[in-house]
């Protein structure tokens, strides 16, 4: 007999996917509320954090420990990340390619803005361009794939320099000024870029600093654990970017550069 496709021609294996499992997701917000916490936390604490009464949170944490996902010491009674959730996170971090998930989000960050967007990396010699999206409108050049950038006169370079340790980019500002040791302008002139930056959520912006007649805004995406930021650069002309029209594509890019490190796995 030749099974029927429901209306829609989809068969019955695809329903779950749309509806959905209740108990997964909530057993999601027991998950996430101890991923929020920071540390071992008690069953009352678990509770509030999950909207869930204590006696509910607690059938779900009896069905995680089980499985490996939860444990709870026996010396606190406090619960934990489990050995299975260790290990999920451990093999999640080793298949990620942090250039290739953030590349996947650039075509829509240019169809959304119309302008040229790149990704640049931490390389030995300073900020590496590795992916370039052109946008819409013309630019007087672009900067190949594999330029190295500077860090004192471009968006991009900026960003690193005010999110990386000075031992980091020390000896790479030296080899590009060409210069022994810094002297105290150019130390004062990191600490005000640095603080700059910072101070605008992470978001630099120049004009010109690299190409005449180019304005460009970069934003720093974080990663999980201990590795280097990268940054998210729109590249666009300056004539006709008012400053309101500038202030709206740096809350854009920060906006999209959050959610990409958000899917990085990282945690603000």
Known sequence: MTAQ???????????????????VELAMTVLRALEEGRGPMGLTQLAAASGMQPSKAHRYLVSLSR???????????LYD??????????????RMDEVALVSQHLPDLRNRTSHA?????????????????????????TVRVGATMPLLNSALGRV???????????????????????DTATREEVRRI????????????????VIPGVTSVAAPVFTAGESLPLVVTLVMPAR????????????????????MSEELGHTP
């Open 5 to 23: 496709l429901p209306p829609g021609g989809e068969s019955d294996d695809a329903a779950p996917a749309r509806q959905g499992i209740q108990s």
């Open 67 to 77: 499985v490996g996902l939860v444990a709870r010491s026996p010396a606190t009674g």
């Open 81 to 94: 990340m489990g050995p299975a959730l260790r290990r999920l996170g451990v093999e999640s971090l080793r």
């Open 117 to 141: 967007v790149n990704l640049a990396v931490w390389g030995d010699n300073g900020p590496v361009v590795v992916r370039w999206e052109y946008g819409a409108h013309a630019l007087p050049v």
């Open 160 to 182: 690193f320099l005010a999110h990386l340790p000075r031992q980091l980019t020390g000896p790479v500002l030296c080899a590009q000024l060409e210069c022994d040791t810094l």
């Open 194 to 209: 640095t603080a700059e930056v910072l101070g605008a959520d992470g978001v630099a912006a120049t004009a010109g600093g």
């Open 240 to 259: 006709g970017v008012s400053e309101e029209a500038l202030a709206g594509l740096s809350s854009e890019l920060l906006r999209s550069a959050r959610a």
